[in-house]
């Protein structure tokens, strides 16, 4: 078989797939409507219901769509596994919608009153463990990030966000990574922010060789991680561990690249830009920065208004300074030279290299 032919077959199979890939974002944008719905009717506050107009739908679907022809494409085109577009059962999702509706919920009244510090027995015990800007109920979520319960809802939540389309974002990266490093070497990975291993499972997968440390400030989300790849391929050659990225306990030039990703909007400036430097200090000379977070002001200037209603409607007390600051600023301060920036519907990747004579420094 000839390579044009090869890729003509891999053609045939981009449709479909990008189809059901739209189905299921369709699935969650009628169950995040329906529980808003809920919520709005259980708080006794209809404004929140959210209402599209046509033009608005027609953009959102736009962008999903794109989002899903570029994640296919890229997966289907290069040397990436097409496991990497593989989803969980849809019996699992429904086990979990009971769970997801209580818990929006309780979120609704939350967010009615504007408690943004209430925890758990569970979570109070690690309220001692975190930075005080962490000690909080991040999108009014109950625990905030510090309980099993929040860990193991937490994935379904931000798919219902997306509309079904966090995992291809977090995934907009993987062309860049796939080109700028040498899949056939040992390397050694460090991620900050694991969270539930959503994008460590990208990157095992896409990079079957390297050793990755997967570190995380929530000791109950790095569990819920630990046992959600368990089984997955190489699961030996992940290490999670607790670790703040601002004061990362790892040796000078000891990492080929680090990535975090959905990580710096919830990061006050000062401790994203000390994150920024010990990603730096880590890596060895030549070594790769990479990230994925929300777009910035300007990035798609049509969503810009989006962008800025978005920390009225969730609590994210840190994500108008991300927004008005450029993270390839704040990298190149920290001594990084950018390689490339990808846009993915409501997300920004960007790609970054330690030059080989940087001398390494905490800033």
Request: glycine share 4%; with cysteine; aromatic share 10%.
């Amino acid at each position: 078989m000839t390579r044009s032919t090869a890729m003509n077959d891999k053609r045939l199979f981009t449709k479909p797939i990008v189809g059901l890939c739209c189905l299921r974002s369709l699935h969650y944008f009628i169950e995040y409507q329906t529980l808003l719905a809920l919520s709005a009717l259980w708080s006794r506050n209809l404004s929140r219901s959210k209402r599209y107009t046509l033009e608005s739908l027609r953009r959102l679907q736009r962008e999903v769509v794109a989002l899903f022809e570029t994640d296919v494409q890229n997966i289907l085109n290069s040397d990436l596994p097409p496991r990497l577009l593989w989803t969980e059962s849809p019996l699992l999702h429904l086990k979990r919608v009971p769970k997801i509706v209580r818990d929006g919920l309780h979120l609704s009244t939350r967010r009615k009153k504007h408690e943004t510090h209430e925890f758990n027995d569970e979570a109070e015990q690690h309220l001692n463990e975190v930075p005080e800007y962490y000690r909080r109920n991040f999108h009014f979520q109950t625990d905030g990030y510090l309980s099993e319960h929040s860990a193991e809802i937490y994935d379904h939540q931000v798919e219902l966000l997306f509309a079904g389309a966090a995992d291809a974002m977090r995934r907009i990266i993987l062309p860049d990574l796939n080109a700028a490093i040498d899949k056939q070497t040992k390397l050694k990975f460090l991620e900050l922010g694991c969270g539930t291993g959503s994008m460590t499972k990208n990157i095992r997968l896409a990079f079957s060789n390297a050793h990755i440390v997967a570190t995380d400030l929530s000791e109950p989300y790095l569990e819920v991680a630990r046992r959600r790849l368990k089984n997955l391929p190489r699961s030996t050659a992940i290490e999670f561990q607790r670790a703040d990225a601002a004061h990362l306990p790892y040796e000078d030039s000891s990492y080929d690249m680090v990535y975090s990703v959905f990580l710096f909007h919830e990061l006050p400036r000062d401790v994203r830009m000390q994150a920024l430097r010990e990603a730096h200090r880590v890596l060895k000379p030549g070594g790769i920065f990479a990230y994925v977070d929300s777009l910035q002001l300007g990035d798609k200037p049509d969503f810009d208004d989006v962008l800025k209603n978005f920390p009225r409607d969730f609590h994210e007390p840190f994500y108008r300074d991300y927004i008005e600051t450029p993270v390839q600023s704040l990298a190149a301060s920290a001594g990084f030279r950018h390689f490339s920036t990808r846009h993915g519907f409501l997300a920004k990747g960007e790609v970054f290299r330690k030059n080989f004579n940087s001398q390494d420094s905490n800033g």
